[in-house]
């Protein structure tokens, strides 16, 4: 199986040897050549060696990282959600709603350049991943991935006393509901800021999944 480092938040990064930090940076450049070729092609008509050649490596070291052209594209698809649970794993434990909250925003905001062309990314992506089923089974699998990793981090900041289901139904909620909000906002051409943009459609849906779980009542 190839080795996957699927890291793009700077925190992360800052703790990887000088190694590590130069495969991450070539996985990332293989991700943005293939979103691109997905873009101007449409991933049928794409090929890893078309995409190998984008980035500038040789299709033996795209294939070092990523067992399909789909599958290339997953660092750009995870990017948010690292963003995500490292704000969470920063926040202390207590009041899990609000927190929730802050870092769903805070994680889906658009601060600079780097996050809008992030969300541009993963807008083009979501939309090409309609009539691709393996596109959308990366998809899924970056967000199933996210569950797993958000499950410990909810742990902690839930308290020994927390109910582990409760604390997995909240992680279950949490990454539908921005799995959901990005969803929903790539179908439309709303802006990435402001009224349906996806740090708001995700806090509306992380409000909506999460009422009925008296872990999250506020």
Request: aromatic share 6%.
């Amino acid at each position: 199986m190839p080795h996957v480092v699927r890291l793009t938040y700077a925190a992360d990064v800052t703790q990887l040897s000088l190694t590590e930090r130069r495969k991450a940076a070539t996985q990332l450049d293989i991700a943005r050549a293939a979103a691109a070729l997905f873009a101007e092609h449409g991933p049928d008509s794409t090929t890893a060696e078309a995409i190998a050649g984008r980035a500038g490596v040789a299709l033996r070291t795209f294939y070092r990282y990523f067992r399909s052209k789909q599958d290339a594209v997953g660092p750009l698809l995870s990017g948010g959600a690292e963003r995500w649970r490292a704000l969470l794993e920063a926040a202390e434990p207590g009041a899990l709603p609000a927190t929730l909250e802050r870092a769903v925003a805070e994680a889906l905001s658009v601060p600079d350049e780097h996050a809008a062309e992030q969300l541009g990314w993963t807008r083009g992506l979501l939309r090409a991943a309609e009539s691709d089923p393996a596109l959308r089974a990366v998809w899924y699998r970056v967000n199933q991935e996210s569950e797993e990793k958000l499950l410990p981090v909810l742990t902690r900041l839930a308290g020994a006393g927390a109910d582990p289901l409760e604390v997995r139904l909240a992680a279950a909620a949490a990454t539908d509901a921005i799995r959901i909000a990005l969803e929903a906002w790539a179908a439309t051409d709303a802006p990435t800021t402001g009224a349906g943009s996806p740090a708001e459609l995700a806090v509306r849906c992380l409000r909506e999944l999460t009422g009925g779980i008296s872990l999250l009542a506020r």
